[in-house]
Antibody
Framework: EVQLVESGGGLVPPGGSLRLSCAASGFTFSAHTMTWVRQAPGKGLEWVSGVSGNGGKTYYTDSALGRFTISRDNSKNTMFLQMTGLRVEDTAVYYC????????????WGQGTLVTVTS | DIQMTQSPSSLSASVGDRVIITCRASQNINFNLNWYQQKPGKAPNLLIYGTSTLHSGVPSRFSGSGSGTEFTLTISNLQPEDIATYYCQQSFGNPLTFGGGTQVAIK
């Protein structure tokens, strides 16, 4: 059974940093691009970042570029999102999701981890 | 960026009704359109991908159609467990973008 479990969320002041983790199990982790999607309280879904299976290619939305760094450790079946320079508008539940291709879609999601940026 | 516009933003229908949700893309995305269902307090779940292919385990009362810039999600015979917010999402180009969501309620 495919499982994705996020952790690392919490309360952080504006300008602070946080590292999110997504632990995967039940599938060949290195064979899949992985993605972070976030959802601000009461709002819709927003794609944030993605990383290819071998970690060689990374993708970011404009608001994340230069502040967030996505990475993965295939030996530990874990993906990370290092977030720095956090802003109030980064407050959201952050979900990790597994990519499937041809066509591209996200077929498994974690339960999410809440990041709250507040002074 | 490709803008995705859903309508309506919310709707209320009776059990057994047919419900249609529309999603419009700001440019041609061919058939690169996915639908997700999100129940309150839960993570999204994939419903339909590539415009019309049902994800594994999704009931056949859900269907998708369209191409180019206009797409629809149809729920025939609405059930109480279908109460959720539905999102379309384009997978044609980066950044990957979602529609604003359609909240479905039961009358």
């Amino acid at each position: 059974e495919v499982q994705l479990v996020e952790s690392g969320g919490g309360l952080v002041p504006p300008g602070g940093s946080l590292r999110l983790s997504c632990a995967a199990s039940g599938f060949t982790f290195s064979a899949h691009t992985m993605t972070w999607v976030r959802q601000a309280p009461g709002k819709g879904l927003e794609w944030v970042s993605g990383v290819s299976g071998n970690g060689g290619k990374t993708y970011y939305t404009d608001s994340a570029l230069g502040r967030f760094t996505i990475s993965r450790d295939n030996s530990k079946n874990t993906m990370f999102l290092q977030m720095t320079g956090l802003r109030v508008e980064d407050t959201a539940v952050y979900y990790c999701a597994r990519d499937q291709t041809s066509p591209l879609r996200w077929d498994h999601w974690g339960q999410g981890t809440l990041v709250t940026v507040t002074s | 960026d490709i803008q995705m516009t859903q309508s309506p933003s919310s709707l209320s229908a009776s059990v057994g009704d047919r419900v249609i949700i529309t999603c419009r893309a700001s440019q041609n995305i061919n058939f690169n359109l996915n639908w997700y269902q999100q129940k309150p307090g839960k993570a999204p779940n994939l419903l339909i991908y590539g415009t019309s292919t049902l994800h594994s385990g999704v009931p056949s009362r859900f269907s998708g159609s369209g191409s180019g810039t206009e797409f629809t999600l149809t729920i025939s015979n609405l059930q109480p467990e279908d109460i959720a917010t539905y999102y379309c999402q384009q997978s044609f180009g980066n950044p990957l973008t979602f529609g604003g969501g359609t909240q479905v309620a039961i009358k």
